[in-house]
């Protein structure tokens, strides 16, 4: 993944600490520790956008059925 077509270029020091922490949490791989960390924190991200459209068109819902101005 991080060697595969796309590179990631890590400092040093934070490549160090993935390692450590894939090991400590039973990852095989550090990429694969890095893949999941990574799809997690997007999701957040994504899930956030979404959540902020929905608002968006919900309050605009009740605006026009007129339950708020």
Known sequence: ???GK????LDPELLLR???AAATAG???VE???AHVLDREIGKIEGV?????????L???LKGL???S
């Open 6 to 9: 796309g590179k990631l270029k």
């Open 49 to 57: 956008e979404r959540e902020s459209d929905d608002a968006d068109a």
């Open 32 to 34: 694969e520790f890095v």
């Open 66 to 68: 007129g339950y708020i």
């Open 59 to 61: 309050k605009e819902r």
């Open 27 to 29: 990852y095989s791989t």
């Open 18 to 20: 993935a390692k450590r």
């Open 1 to 3: 993944m991080i060697g």
